[in-house]
T-cell receptor, first 111, second 113 residues
Framework: DGGITQSPKYLFRKEGQNVTLSCEQNLNHDAMYWYRQDPGQGLRLIYY???????QKGDIAEGYSVSREKKESFPLTVTSAQKNPTAFYLC??????????FGQGTRLTVV | AQSVTQPDIHITVSEGASLELRCNYS??????LFWYVQSPGQGLQLLLK??????LVQGIKGFEAEFKRSQSSFNLRKPSVHWSDAAEYFC???????????FGTGTRLQVFP
């Protein structure tokens, strides 16, 4: 079954805690993206990666970190430095000359 | 700088009425343009895309969009809206080589019976 898998669907974080969101793909796409979605603000780019072992900051990278050790995987860590992490997080992949394909998202809530 | 503007935050239409959602972009090269739709709590589904060629593109669910280079616009249209079209719609711009993909802030569509 081809596609993008984000896990978990819901995640709760305590103050001062780091959490990691998973994104896995079997579409053999080179590029992977992480977006944050807040009501009324659309999708804001956190990080993206066009190739294994390389990634670039997006518009709101502060308080987040990523790795790209395998083509299939692009996990996002929300660190304690991110002061307002409650949001809906979307992972996407894209091949050359194609559109972006999205996972079903992870809703992160600070408790 | 690369950017997308969707000037309409919220649009309300009656079922059966026509629809046009506006999208203006800023991009330094030939743009690849997309429209996506999102239901609450879900990921995004592609409605249509423009890469090159015919500037009027057809998509799924009866949607179409027209690329106007002179106006830097890529407006989405549908001749007759159905209640199931109620959702949030996003316009996006990027290049061809799996590079940065930027989205607008979205337009929420409400459909009245």
């Amino acid at each position: 079954d081809g596609g993008i898998t984000q896990s978990p669907k819901y995640l709760f974080r305590k103050e001062g805690q780091n959490v990691t969101l998973s994104c896995e793909q079997n579409l053999n796409h080179d590029a992977m993206y992480w977006y944050r979605q807040d009501p009324g603000q659309g999708l804001r780019l956190i990080y993206y990666s066009q190739i294994v072992n390389d990634f670039q900051k997006g518009d709101i990278a502060e308080g987040y970190s990523v790795s790209r050790e395998k083509k299939e995987s692009f996990p996002l860590t929300v660190t304690s430095a991110q002061k307002n992490p409650t949001a809906f997080y979307l992972c996407a992949t894209r091949g050359r000359f194609t559109e972006a394909f999205f996972g079903q998202g992870t809703r992160l809530t600070v408790v | 700088a690369q950017s997308v503007t969707q000037p309409d935050i919220h649009i309300t239409v009656s079922e059966g009425a026509s629809l046009e959602l506006r999208c203006n972009y800023s991009y330094g090269a030939t743009p690849y343009l997309f429209w996506y739709v999102q239901s609450p709590g879900q990921g995004l589904q592609l409605l249509l895309k423009y890469f090159s060629g015919d500037t009027l593109v057809q998509g799924i669910k009866g949607f179409e969009a027209e690329f106007k280079r002179s106006q830097s616009s890529f407006n989405l249209r549908k001749p007759s809206v159905h209640w199931s079209d109620a959702a949030e719609y996003f316009c996006a711009v990027g290049g061809p080589f799996s590079d940065k993909l930027i989205f607008g802030t979205g337009t929420r569509l409400q459909v009245f019976p």
